[in-house]
């Protein structure tokens, strides 16, 4: 059983930073990639960053470089830096991690955690 826990949302001003943490437990160790995606009201889930186990980096298509994502695997734990928020950055953030077994493969979501920029 894995579990993948979100905390650092909140509500946040434009122009501000955030850090968003995940921690992943349970069997899981070294996981293939982890990273973050968001659903915004009425929108679709979009994947924001994702860190692969090499330290690779892919970032979506609209995040423009106020975005960074980075892993310690020795806490088992992803975060995401945002910087420079702004209002349609308002979302559900959700922890993500895919995971290689064998020959199966594992996806695994948090159950998301808020931010909201308004002034």
């Known amino acids: 059983q894995v579990r993948l826990v979100e905390s650092g949302g909140g509500l946040v001003q434009p122009g501000g930073s955030l850090r968003l943490s995940c921690v992943a437990s349970?069997?899981?160790?070294?996981?293939?990639?982890m990273g973050w995606y968001r659903q915004a009201p009425g929108e679709e889930r979009e994947m924001v960053a994702i860190?692969?186990?090499?330290?690779?980096?892919e970032y979506g298509g609209t995040m423009e470089g106020r975005f960074t994502v980075f892993r310690d695997d020795a806490e088992n734990t992803v975060y995401l830096q945002i910087n420079a928020l702004k209002p349609e950055d308002t979302a559900v953030y959700y922890c993500?991690?895919?995971?290689?077994?064998?020959?199966?493969?594992?996806?695994?979501w948090g159950q998301g955690t808020q931010v909201t920029v308004s002034s």
């Open positions: 993500y991690v895919k995971n290689y077994r064998g020959a199966d493969v594992e996806d695994y």
């Open positions: 860190q692969f186990i090499g330290g690779t980096a």
């Open positions: 349970g069997n899981i160790r070294n996981a293939y990639a």
